[in-house]
């Protein structure tokens, strides 16, 4: 069984990919013995209406996803009424997450409002989803060319926020070393593996970190899904650190979330 906590809904902007329909997607996961992926949804990086995006986002996980899809709604601050946006994801649409794209949307981690971002996801009890990148600069669209998130300022915003969640995607092409290592310092900070690279990069990433942060991610379709998949099998794991990173991790961090929300008298997390 796996959790995949990084797949993606809708269309990408550039191009058409394998599997961006989503029965088609949720069909190729199943294959590959996924039995929960955590979605967010193209939609999110260049539309305004985010509202709309998180209702057709919520909607078809709903209504295609076979039970399968979990769906982490888009949230951008630099539009109006996007703390609403945080309120719906969590209140109307029951999503135990947030998915944030800093780079398309046009602010840097040190804006003050990305703090209040963090706030109010503490607030409404929701993990914070952060990529770093979405796609390769080799293959960028020209009018398109987004450079990757600077997560220098991240460590300390984490750090004076104890209860906040935090997972980073497509973080592990660039980010690596002491930086690595102070981010999983800072606080409950999460690392999936799509953009990891190398032989064995995972059996030394877990040497680097604690393995109870490493996460499973795809980042299909715009990856594809046995890409991450060879990453696990021809790295040197112990049967208990693969079940964490496959699968446990996730568990617990969405679990911790939802124990959580019921504690504070809120509405059920899926």
């Known amino acids: ?17 394998p599997c961006d329909e989503p029965r088609q997607l949720v069909e190729r996961l199943r294959r590959h013995g996924v039995t929960q992926a955590w979605a967010g949804s193209f939609d999110g990086l260049l539309h305004r209406d985010i509202a709309g995006v ?25 539009l109006p009424d996007w703390l609403d946006d945080v309120r719906r994801c969590r209140r109307e649409h029951s999503m135990p997450g947030i998915r944030l794209h800093p780079n398309y949307h046009g602010y840097p981690l040190d804006a ?26 080799r293959v960028q669209q020209p009018l398109l060319h987004v450079p990757d ?24 092409r660039t980010l690596r070393g002491d930086a690595l290592v102070r981010l999983a310092d800072a606080g409950e900070v999460y690392f999936e593996i799509s953009m990891l ?8 990433l877990v ?10 991610g795809s980042h299909l379709p715009l990856f594809y899904f ?45």
Not at 72 to 77: D, K, Q, T
Not at 198 to 203: D, L, P, S
Request: glycine share 6%; aromatic share 4%; charged share 25%.
């Open 1 to 17: 069984m796996i959790i995949d906590v990084n797949v993606n809904l809708s269309r990408w902007p550039a191009r058409r990919l």
């Open 54 to 78: 998180n209702q057709r986002l919520a909607s078809t996980c709903r209504d295609c996803g076979e039970g399968l899809l979990v769906p982490f709604g888009s949230v951008n601050p630099t």
């Open 112 to 137: 003050p409002v990305f703090a209040d971002v963090l706030d109010a996801a503490i607030e409404h009890n929701l993990i914070v989803q952060l990529a770093v990148r979405m796609d390769d600069h």
């Open 149 to 172: 998130v600077d997560v220098a300022p991240l460590a300390e915003l984490v750090a004076a926020r104890p209860k906040l969640r935090f997972v980073l995607l497509n973080a592990l």
């Open 197 to 204: 690279e190398g032989v064995g990069a995972i059996a030394r």
């Open 207 to 216: 040497k680097t970190l604690p393995v109870e942060r490493v996460l499973f």
């Open 226 to 270: 046995e890409s991450a998949a060879l990453k696990m099998k021809e790295s040197e794991l112990t049967e208990a650190q693969r079940a964490a990173i496959l699968r446990e991790n996730a568990r617990r961090l969405l679990g911790a979330r939802v124990t959580s929300s019921h504690g504070q008298g809120q509405g059920q997390g899926p």
